[in-house]
C-alpha cells in the first residue's frame, strides 16, 4: 500500500469494528483466586504435618524442609490436572523486565508405552532451564550454560491459561551453577530478609517482646496506553520500539484536561473488565481504573500486599495488560514516553513496612510526635534516600525512563523526600531538641450545609516529588511504567536495613554510655535530621530554583540521564552496601551494572535505526513525490497563465535537505562503535546520538505539517490518539 492507503484502511476497520461483546464477570467469590494453589487449597489437600511445614516457611521464612516437596508436587499436579493443565512451567524474572518461562509435560512415557502424569519433588523444587540465552553481565561464559531455577514457596504457584492451554506456574528464583542470582527475585528475597533483620533490632531495643517477621508491602500504580493494533502495525518505532520516534503534534492534545477521570469509553471498559476478571482468578487484588491525564492513556491499581507476592503480581498484571489488549485489536504500551508533547506513562510504588504484632511501622498515628516507633522508621527511610539517593536514580534508569524523570511532568531526577507540613514541623522540633506536639490536620468545614465537615489529611500531596510521605506509606513516583518494580523494592528495603542497623547502633551506643531509652532516641532521630535533613523538600520540585538550590546548596545528585546514573552502581560505598547485608555479591552488582549499560545502549541503537530508516524510507519518498507533483502541476498550471507563489517549493525542499543532511549524521553516529569504555558509549548515546534524533525529528515533523496528507505514510498522532 502506498500513501495513506494504510492509514484509510486502519481508520476503516476501527470504524467497522464489532463491539467485543460486554461480558458480565462471575460473583468476586467465585472468581478470586480460582486459579491459585493458596494456602487454603493446600490445607485441603495436604497431611496436616507437611502443611504446618510449608505455611511455617511461607509465613517466617523458615528453611523449606525438603521432605515434604514429593506430597507438595503430588497434590499440585492433581489441582492442575484438574484444572486441565498439561504442562508445568518454572517462572522466573531475569534482568530483562521481562517474565520467562519454561514449559515441561507432566508426562512421563511408561515401559509399556503407556503413559501417566509425573510431578514429583523434585522438579518441583528444582529446575534447570538452559541459562546461556538470559543477561548474566559476564558472571559466567557461554559455555557454563548452566542455570538453576528454585522454587519460591512464599509466592503462590498458579494456573495460567490462554486460548492455546493451561499451563501450572511455579514461582522460582534464577541462580547460575556458581550460585550467582541471574533474576530480580533472588536479591528482592535477600533484601527483605536483611530489612526484617535490621527492623526486628530497633523493635526490640523500643522494648517488644513479641516480633512477627516484618516485611515490605507494595502497592504499583500502573499507568499504561492503549492504541488500536491496525495503527501500530504501521508504525515500525510503536511496533518495535514502544514508542513514537516522528511524528507532529496534533491540533488538541492535553490541555483541555478532559481525559482524567473522564467516562471510560465503552471499548476500553470491557477491555479493563477482561482483565480484572483474569487478574482476580490469579488472586490478583485489582483494585482502581480510571483514565489518566493524556488521552489514550489509562491506570490500573491493585491493593497493595506483600513484596516479594507484589512483584510476581506487577509481572503478571504487565503481561495480562498486553495480552489481552492483543484480544480486543489493542497494543498496551507500557513505553514511558509513547507520544510526544502528552504525559507519560509512570508506575508509583507504593512501598511501607510491617509485620503482623507491630502492623504498619510507617503509620504515624494522630501524633506522630509520641510515636517514636514511626518517627525512628520514618527518620531511617530520610536517612536511606540521603545516603543512597543516587542509588534510587540508577535503579530506575533507563534509555525509555529518561524520557520522563525531569521533563515537567514526572518527578525531577533529583531524589528528594516529600514529608507533608505536619511531619516537617515534628522533624523540626526534634532538630530543635525538644518535641512539644503535633500540628493538628484540622477540620474543613465546605459551608454547605447538608453536607458534613470532614477531618482532612496531615499533609498534601506533592505531585513533583519522587519520594513521597503519604499518610501510611511511601510513594516512589519516579519508576517506568514498563519496569519491574524489584529494582526499587530492593534498593529501599537495603537502604532501609542499613538504616536501621544505624539506628540500632547508635540507641545501643547511647544506652551504653548510661543514656535512657527517650533520650538515646531523641538524640539518635537528631542526629539524622541534622545530617540527613538536606534530603527533605516540600516545595516545588519542577521548579529552576530547586533544581539548582539541590544541586549548590544541598549537595544532592542531580543524575539527568541513565548514561550519569548507571556507573552509581559501581560505586564503592554501593558496593559495600549490597555486600555487608548479602543482598548482591560484588559480582553479582557488577553484572548488573553491565546488563543495564548494555540495554541501555542496545535501546538507543535500536530507536536510532528505525529514525534513519523511517524517515529513508518513508518520509523522504513521501516528501520528494510531493514536491514532484507539486512543481509539475505550478508549472502546468503557469503554463495555462495560472501563476501560484511557488514558495512552499522551497520551504519543503529545503526542509527536507535538512532532514537528509541530519539523518546522514545519525546513520554516522550509529555506526562508531569504538569506545575506551561502556560509561563513554553510554555519553555518546546519549549526548551525540539522541540530540541529532531529537534534532531529525524536528525536521520530519515540520514536514508532516506541510506535504500533502494524502501522501503521509504513517498513522497521525491524531488517529492515533483519538480513534478508538
Ligand atoms: P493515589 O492515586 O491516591 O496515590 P491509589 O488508590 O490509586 O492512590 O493507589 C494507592 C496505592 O497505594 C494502592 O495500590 C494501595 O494499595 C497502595 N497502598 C495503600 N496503603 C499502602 C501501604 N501501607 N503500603 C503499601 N502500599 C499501600
Ligand atoms: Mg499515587
Redesign the pocket.
Known amino acids: 500500500m502506498t500513501g495513506n492507503a494504510a492509514r484509510i484502511q486502519a481508520v476503516q476497520n476501527i470504524t467497522n469494528r464489532q463491539p467485543t461483546a460486554t461480558t458480565f464477570p462471575e460473583p468476586l467469590s467465585s472468581l478470586w483466586a480460582s486459579d491459585v494453589f493458596t494456602l487454603a487449597k493446600m490445607k485441603e489437600s495436604l497431611p496436616k504435618e507437611v502443611f504446618k511445614s510449608v505455611k511455617k516457611t511461607i509465613e517466617t521464612g523458615a528453611e523449606l524442609d525438603v521432605s515434604v516437596a514429593d506430597v507438595v508436587a503430588a497434590a499440585m499436579k492433581d489441582w492442575a490436572l484438574s484444572k486441565g493443565a498439561l504442562y508445568y512451567a518454572h517462572v522466573f524474572y531475569p534482568l530483562t523486565n521481562a517474565t520467562a518461562e519454561k514449559h515441561d509435560g507432566f508426562i512421563s512415557v511408561q515401559s509399556d508405552g503407556s503413559v501417566i502424569s509425573e510431578f514429583g519433588g523434585k522438579v518441583l523444587v528444582q529446575g534447570e532451564p538452559d541459562g546461556s540465552s538470559f543477561p548474566n553481565g559476564g558472571i559466567r561464559s557461554t559455555f557454563e550454560a548452566r542455570g538453576y531455577t528454585a522454587w519460591d514457596v512464599t509466592s503462590p504457584a498458579f494456573i495460567m491459561n490462554t486460548d492455546n492451554g493451561s499451563t501450572l506456574c511455579i514461582p522460582t528464583v534464577f541462580v547460575s551453577w556458581t550460585g550467582e542470582a541471574l533474576d530480580k527475585k533472588t536479591p528482592l528475597l535477600r533484601s527483605i530478609s536483611a530489612m526484617n533483620k535490621a527492623a526486628t533490632r530497633v523493635l526490640s531495643l523500643l522494648g517488644n517482646k513479641d516480633i512477627a517477621p516484618v516485611n515490605s508491602?507494595?502497592?504499583?500504580?500502573q499507568e499504561y496506553f492503549l492504541v488500536d493494533a491496525n495503527f501500530v502495525n504501521s508504525r515500525p518505532d510503536l511496533l518495535l520500539s514502544g514508542r513514537t520516534l516522528l511524528g507532529a503534534s496534533p491540533a488538541k492534545g492535553q490541555q483541555f484536561d478532559d481525559h482524567y477521570f473522564g467516562a471510560i469509553p465503552e471499548r476500553i471498559q470491557i477491555y479493563m473488565q477482561d482483565v480484572e476478571e483474569q487478574l482476580y482468578r490469579l488472586g490478583i487484588p485489582a483494585?482502581?481504573r480510571h483514565n489518566e491525564v493524556a488521552p489514550g492513556q489509562f491506570?490500573i491499581?491493585?491493593?497493595?500486599e506483600a513484596a516479594n507476592v507484589a512483584t510476581d503480581h506487577q509481572q503478571l498484571i504487565m503481561t495480562i495488560l498486553k495480552n489481552t489488549a492483543k484480544k480486543h485489536g489493542l497494543v498496551c504500551l507500557l513505553h514511558e514516553k509513547p507520544f510526544k508533547g502528552i504525559n507519560g506513562s509512570g508506575k508509583?510504588v507504593?512501598?511501607?513496612v510491617?509485620n503482623a504484632t507491630q502492623g504498619?511501622l510507617?503509620?504515624p498515628g494522630h501524633t506522630p510526635h509520641s510515636n517514636t516507633q514511626f518517627l525512628l522508621f520514618c527518620g531511617a527511610v530520610i536517612r536511606g534516600v540521603h545516603k543512597y539517593g543516587p542509588l534510587l536514580r540508577a535503579v530506575i534508569a533507563s534509555a525509555s525512563n529518561d524520557h520522563r524523570l525531569g521533563a515537567n511532568e514526572a518527578p525531577p531526577a533529583i531524589m528528594s523526600v516529600y514529608l507533608g507540613s505536619q511531619l516537617d514541623n515534628v522533624f523540626e522540633q526534634i532538630s530543635q531538641g525538644k518535641i512539644t506536639g503535633s500540628l493538628n490536620a484540622g477540620i474543613m468545614d465546605l459551608g454547605i450545609s447538608t453536607l458534613p465537615t470532614f477531618n482532612k489529611d496531615a499533609g498534601d500531596?506533592n505531585r513533583t516529588s519522587p519520594f513521597a510521605f503519604?499518610g501510611?506509606?511511601f510513594?516512589f513516583r519516579a519508576v517506568g511504567s514498563g519496569q519491574s518494580v524489584a529494582g526499587p523494592l530492593v534498593s529501599m528495603n537495603t537502604m532501609l536495613a542499613d538504616s536501621l542497623n544505624w539506628v540500632a547502633d547508635s540507641i545501643e551506643a547511647e544506652l551504653t554510655k548510661g543514656t535512657d531509652l527517650d533520650s538515646a532516641i531523641l538524640a539518635t532521630l537528631k542526629e539524622i535530621i541534622d545530617t540527613h535533613g538536606a534530603v527533605v523538600f516540600g516545595g516545588n520540585g519542577y521548579s529552576a530554583e530547586w533544581h539548582k538550590m539541590a544541586v549548590e546548596e544541598r549537595g544532592l545528585a542531580n543524575l539527568k540521564t541513565a548514561a550519569d546514573a548507571l556507573p552509581v552502581l559501581k560505586e564503592k560505598y554501593i558496593e559495600e552496601l549490597f555486600d555487608k547485608l548479602g543482598v548482591l555479591s560484588p559480582v553479582e552488582l557488577a553484572s548488573r551494572f553491565e546488563i543495564y549499560a548494555e540495554q541501555y545502549i542496545l535501546a538507543i541503537e535500536v530507536e536510532a535505526k528505525l529514525v534513519v530508516s523511517m524517515v529513508k524510507t518513508g518520509i523522504y519518498p513521501a516528501a520528494v513525490k510531493y514536491l514532484a507533483e507539486l512543481s509539475s502541476t505550478l508549472s502546468s498550471l503557469k503554463s495555462n497563465g495560472i501563476d501560484l507563489d511557488a514558495g512552499r517549493l522551497t520551504v519543503i525542499s529545503a526542509g527536507l535537505n535538512t532532514l537528509t543532511a541530519t539523518i546522514e549524521k545519525l546513520s554516522a553516529a550509529i555506526a562508531q562503535h569504538d569506545f575506551e569504555t561502556v560509561e563513554d558509549h553510554m555519553q555518546f548515546c546519549a549526548k551525540t546520538i539522541r540530540p541529532l534524533m531529537d534534532e531529525a525529528r524536528v525536521y520530519a515533523d515540520s514536514l508532516e505539517t506541510e506535504i500533502s496528507d494524502e501522501l503521509w505514510p504513517f498513522p497521525t498522532y491524531q488517529e492515533m490518539l483519538f480513534i478508538k
Open positions: 508491602s507494595c502497592g504499583a500504580e483494585k482502581t491506570e491499581a491493585p491493593f497493595h508509583h507504593n512501598w511501607s510491617g504498619n510507617l503509620d500531596r503519604t501510611n506509606r510513594e
